[in-house]
């Protein structure tokens, strides 16, 4: 059985930084990405990260501030985020893909997290 489980997020200020966790279970993927929704939102991709070559890929609203890495010791994917925003608030879920695509930000993915709540005060 393939499970993905999230760890991290909680209510922090405005400049704190937090870090997520997710542990694949199961198999190895081709590649693992974080997305977010707000509330009255639609989900929005975040970071990805390509598993076999380390490459990653980012939001344009998180670049600078969110780094996405992995462990495949542990077979777990982080993404820290530093200088975190009110705008930042949001449910944040990983995900992983089985199939190889050029982009990673709307192709469809195959796994999901639970999702971990991440609110940022003012």
């Known amino acids: 059985q393939v499970q993905l489980v999230q760890s991290g997020g909680g209510l922090v200020q405005a400049g704190d930084s937090l870090r997520l966790s997710c542990v694949a279970s199961g198999r190895v993927f081709y590649a693992m990405a974080w997305f977010r929704q707000a509330l009255g939102k639609d989900r929005e991709f975040v970071a990805s990260?390509?598993?076999?070559?380390?490459?990653?890929s980012y939001a344009d609203s998180v670049k600078g501030r969110f780094t996405i890495s992995r462990d495949n010791a542990k077979n777990t994917v982080y993404l820290q985020m530093n200088s975190l925003k009110p705008e930042d608030t949001a449910d944040y879920y990983c995900a992983a893909r089985n199939v190889f695509s050029v982009r990673l930000d709307t192709v469809d993915y195959d796994y999901w997290g639970r999702g971990t709540q991440v609110t940022v005060s003012s």
């Open positions: 990260i390509r598993w076999s070559s380390g490459s990653t």
